[in-house]
């Protein structure tokens, strides 16, 4: 037997890439519906072979249905998931609105999976931040053996994390560049083609952007309270894949040759690591792709147990909508077993 699946905001980046995913992954469905907007009401998406018209997600019944993967923005989330919730259909959440209510499980399943067992108090399930999502993938294996005290990060994040628009106004700007008499509108506060913006969601108090301050709760909150993290956030003029440069320092020494066997052996991770020209992986080649991939492993003799690696991911996938589609996956194990 399958499960009745809803993915909300199915015309979006998000949304399309979970009805791929799920297709791809050929997760067991009976019955499967796409909501938008009204303003996309009708519109057609691709799922497997086949092609589902959109539905008015503020007209949807939402009873009888198990899961509902939602891909849409915090104030539709806040509107439409308790209705959702209430109506005894799991929602699976990509937006920030539930990550750090203490009764909902914020969950990447290669690192927290026992976590799932906590949706009941809300129904409702958070995914974690594109950026964490990836960078927790490659420190759960690690922190496991030698206990992490703290973490350096800095990222180099796709324009595709911040919507269609975004990768428009990178288009056009790229264009413009070579055609000066286009005049394209900015999406972001300064020119994003051929720059880097080290300014990603809005700045809060303390001086770091809101984008900086989920790494660091999300992290403590899926892997372990006690960890330290600083994270410098920076948009680069990337389409899709996001990257970052992770400075980790350890409880115990470990030496980068065992750090490389353990993270090979990880779920989700693909180690591609040799001291080369091209022996590490770039954004553009990780698109599409499934895995968390590791490359540039090093000791970092600055500090007693240091180490370096870069991580690279599909931000549209395991930051967002292939952890959403894992965490259903979990979840139809471990609670809404079938058949």
Excluded at 95 to 119: C, F, K, M, T
Aim: hydrophobic residues 40%; glycine residues 6%; aromatic residues 8%.
């Amino acid at each position: 037997m399958g499960y009745n699946i809803v993915v909300v905001g199915a015309t979006g980046n998000v949304g399309h890439e979970m009805l791929n995913i799920l297709a791809e992954r050929e997760f067991p469905i009976d019955k499967i519906e796409a909501l938008a907007s009204r303003k996309s009401l009708g519109t057609e998406v691709s799922f497997g072979d086949k092609t589902l018209k959109t539905k008015d997600l503020d007209t949807f019944d939402f009873t009888g249905w198990d899961m509902a993967l939602f891909a849409v923005g915090s104030e539709a989330t806040k509107k439409y998931a308790p209705i959702a919730a209430k109506a005894g259909c799991v929602v699976i959440d990509n937006s920030s609105l539930y990550r750090y209510d203490p009764d909902i499980p914020l969950i990447v399943p290669e690192v927290n999976p026992q976590a799932v067992h906590g949706y009941s108090k809300k129904n409702i399930i958070a995914n974690p931040n594109c950026s964490t999502a990836q960078m927790v993938v490659a420190l759960k294996p690690l922190h496991d053996r030698a206990t992490i005290k703290r973490v350096v990060v800095s990222t180099y994040q796709s324009v595709s994390g911040s919507g269609k628009e975004a990768i428009d106004s990178l288009w056009n700007e790229t264009k413009a560049i070579y055609n000066p008499t286009d005049h394209p509108s900015q999406h972001y506060t300064k020119q994003i083609a051929f720059n880097v913006i080290p300014h990603i969601d809005v700045f809060m108090d303390s001086g770091d952007t809101k984008e900086e301050w989920k790494m660091v709760v999300e992290t403590k909150k899926i892997v372990d309270p006690k960890i330290k993290v600083t994270a410098t956030c920076v948009r680069v003029p990337v389409f899709v894949g996001h990257s970052e440069s992770i400075n980790i320092e350890f409880e115990e020494f470990l030496d980068e040759d065992e750090a490389r066997d353990i993270l090979r052996e990880a779920p989700g991770i693909m180690v591609i690591d040799k001291r080369e020209d091209g022996g590490y992986v770039t954004p553009i080649e990780c698109v599409g792709d499934f895995a968390t991939f590791i490359s540039r492993i090093r000791q970092d003799v600055t500090v007693e147990n240091g180490l370096n690696l870069w991580c690279v991911s599909d931000n549209l996938r395991k930051g967002a909508a292939l952890n959403a589609v894992q965490i259903a996956e979990l979840l139809g194990r471990e609670c809404l077993k079938k058949g």
